[in-house]
């Protein structure tokens, strides 16, 4: 976590701190003093063991996570910040339902150690999610699948739907070139189907990568005896401690910067990429965004390579006819949403039938003229 103001809120050099990730980070934080100490403990044992204990905080599951800490435990503003963010929410600390942050808390602190010593979480080197569609195209290619690349949807046509009964016919799928394709299913994101923009537009954030000159070797201290070098680090900017502008007038979301290093493989040694997050839109989010990565940069002696600024939004699945499926975009959420592949294999049931997800049909041995 960075804090890049005091008390009079007064722009400064940032200062990271560790956020306590368990109980021997606590007895060694010596700036809580003891009577928080043992509040904070009394929370991360409830915690763990939250859903035994409904009749504590079920009344507050809608209510602000920081007003059950301070009620319930007694917590100071100054450790909820940390509460706050181990639970990675995108919103800010009014908007971060307790119902949201109890699980979350709990699944940080009962993954430590889970696959090797001083870390809870993995990033894939290799074998990502990416590899997941390329299992599936490359079944797909040796069932007899046909790839057309470089040819976007231009038009969708469904078949007749003014006749009394049963919709019948294949679909009739115009591409970019002047090709038309018939097809039972057609399967894809918004952008892939449609040139214009969803008019249902739920929620926004924007983000921002950002390839520096450093190897920030702050952020990848090895913690534990035998645990490897660290490939990735969380810095948070909680609500409030970037110097507001004179553009922003509202409450902000926090701001997340997820740091891999070299690694990850994901940059050339001597250099970190920077993804930054926050859920507050437009023209406020892109100038939290700069503010964040200069205040990182500032205190770890680094300066930027590249940069790209984005925004995303999210918005309901659509379904146009019975047979045009429209995934939802991904989630806005920083951690992994896992219903990601609950709604690939809805839509593979209902393309396939009875058919089991992700499974493919042995090939069998090839023969001498295929070899």
């Known amino acids: 976590m960075l804090d890049t103001t005091d008390e009079q809120s007064k722009p400064r050099r940032g200062s990271l701190r560790r956020v306590p990730n368990g109980r021997e980070d606590v007895f060694a934080d010596k700036s809580i003093d003891l009577r928080a100490k043992r509040s904070l403990m009394k929370f991360l044992k409830f915690v763990g063991a939250y859903e035994e204990q409904r009749d504590i905080w079920e009344e ?3 209510k602000p996570f920081p007003d059950f800490l301070k009620v319930k435990f007694g917590l100071p503003s100054e450790l909820q910040v940390h509460l706050l963010a181990l639970t990675l929410s995108p919103w800010s600390p009014n908007k ?30 290799w074998g990502g999610g990416a590899e997941i569609a390329q299992v599936a195209c490359r079944a797909c290619a040796v069932g007899g699948g046909v790839y057309v ?11 007749d739907s003014s006749s009394p009964g049963p919709i019948e016919g294949d679909l009739s799928v115009s591409l970019q070139g002047g090709e038309t394709v018939k097809a039972e299913w057609v399967v894809g994101s918004y952008n892939d189907l449609y040139e214009s923009q969803p008019s ?16 920030l070797h702050t952020l990848f201290p090895v913690d534990a005896e035998g645990a490897p070098t660290p490939g990735g680090a969380v810095v948070v900017f909680p609500t409030g401690s970037l110097k507001p502008t004179a553009t922003i007038k509202k ?9 891999h290093s070299s690694e990850t493989g994901e940059c050339p040694d001597g250099q970190c990429v920077l993804y930054a997050s926050t859920s507050t839109p437009g023209e406020d989010g892109y100038v939290l965004l700069d503010s964040a990565v200069e205040a990182l940069l500032q205190s770890l002696d680094g ?3 590249w940069r790209l600024r984005y925004s995303q939004c999210t918005y309901d699945g659509l379904e146009t006819s019975s047979r045009v499926v429209v995934f939802p975009p991904p989630s806005l959420d920083l951690a992994f949403d896992d219903d990601v592949l609950r709604r690939v294999e ?26």
């Open 60 to 62: 507050w599951a809608e």
């Open 200 to 215: 249902d537009i739920r929620d926004s954030a924007t983000r921002s990568i950002t390839i520096v000159s450093s190897l």
């Open 303 to 305: 300066h930027v390579l």
């Open 96 to 125: 971060t339902l307790t119902s949201l942050a109890l699980p979350r808390i709990r699944r940080h602190l009962t993954s430590i150690g889970v696959f090797g010593p001083g870390f809870a979480a993995v990033i894939p080197k």
């Open 149 to 159: 690349l470089g040819r976007g949807v231009e038009r969708i046509r469904t078949p």
């Open 251 to 259: 409450e902000v979301a926090p701001v997340y910067i997820i740091a």
């Open 346 to 371: 809805d839509v593979w049931k209902k393309v396939d039938g009875e058919g089991d997800f992700m499974e493919f049909q042995d090939r069998g041995a090839l023969g001498d003229e295929e070899d």
